[in-house]
């Protein structure tokens, strides 16, 4: 069973498989895509119950704009649609709300609910939601960079002075008081990274499961949680 104490800080997750689900029904991706939301309804509740201080969900990679126009403009509304919806349950909840990820190219009435739900949720002191939302592991990088660059380009410090914590106080994650995933979950059985995050995985834990992300409920989590707690986490470390 599972143990309060070995309880991960902070959960990742990607949630894959919508549209398979979707399609072994006969259904449209939009179904699965809604099907999704209601699993990420549900998990965000477990984490709230358990006790997971930071529960950070993969909801739109900057690479998935190749997608049909129609699926691209069906999530940005849904994105849209489940934010307004969980508003009041946010303050409920106390749950603190970030969006991490590029906002320039979202939709603007999406930019603005965003900047409405981090700025209602700010002074929350319950489980830490982060979104994902045209983001990249890459461009979270790329941009940490740029600012590293600008402050030694403004003098305010030296090219040697640079190390990782410069580095991750500049990552889109530096929001989180526990920047780095004790637990990445990917569903639906593919076993790679998709360009999600990529410093913070530096030593997270890796779960995947066969179950396309509409399925993943509580037995799944539970699931997850007990191999979680079953790893002996060396950091490099014990020779
Ligand atoms: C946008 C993202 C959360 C959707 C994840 O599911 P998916 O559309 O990649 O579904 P498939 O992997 O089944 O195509
Ligand atoms: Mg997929």
Redesign the pocket.
């Known amino acids: 069973g599972l143990r309060r104490e070995l309880m991960p800080e902070h959960v990742a997750v990607i949630?894959?498989?919508?549209?398979?689900?979707a399609r072994m029904r006969g259904l449209p991706s939009g179904s699965?895509?809604e099907a999704?939301i209601r699993a990420f309804r549900v998990l965000v509740e477990l984490c709230c119950k358990w006790g997971i201080r930071v529960l950070t969900v993969?909801?739109?990679s900057s690479d998935?704009w190749v997608r049909p126009k129609m699926e691209v403009d069906f999530?940005m509304n849904l994105f849209e649609k489940g934010i307004k919806a969980e508003l009041d349950n946010f303050m409920r909840e106390d749950i603190k709300v970030s969006i991490i990820g590029d906002p320039s190219k979202l939709p603007t009435s999406l930019q603005r609910l965003i900047a409405r739900v981090e700025k209602n949720t700010k002074h929350n002191t319950g489980l830490h939601l982060v979104v994902a939302v045209n983001y990249s592991g890459k461009y979270d990088i790329v941009q940490a960079c740029q600012s590293i660059a600008q402050k030694v380009k403004d003098g305010l410090i030296e090219p040697e002075e640079i190390n990782e914590s410069s580095i991750e106080q500049e990552l889109e994650t530096n929001c989180a008081e526990y920047p780095y995933p004790d637990l990445l979950i990917r569903t639906?059985g593919e076993l790679r990274v998709s360009n999600f995050f990529l410093w913070q995985l530096a030593y997270t834990e890796l779960f995947f499961s066969k179950s396309?992300?509409p399925d993943f409920g509580e037995a799944d989590f539970v699931e997850a949680l007990v191999s979680f707690q079953q790893r002996q986490r060396r950091y490099g470390g014990y020779k």
């Open positions: 949630m894959d498989g919508n549209r398979r689900w699965g895509y999704g993969f909801a739109f998935n999530l639906s396309h992300w």
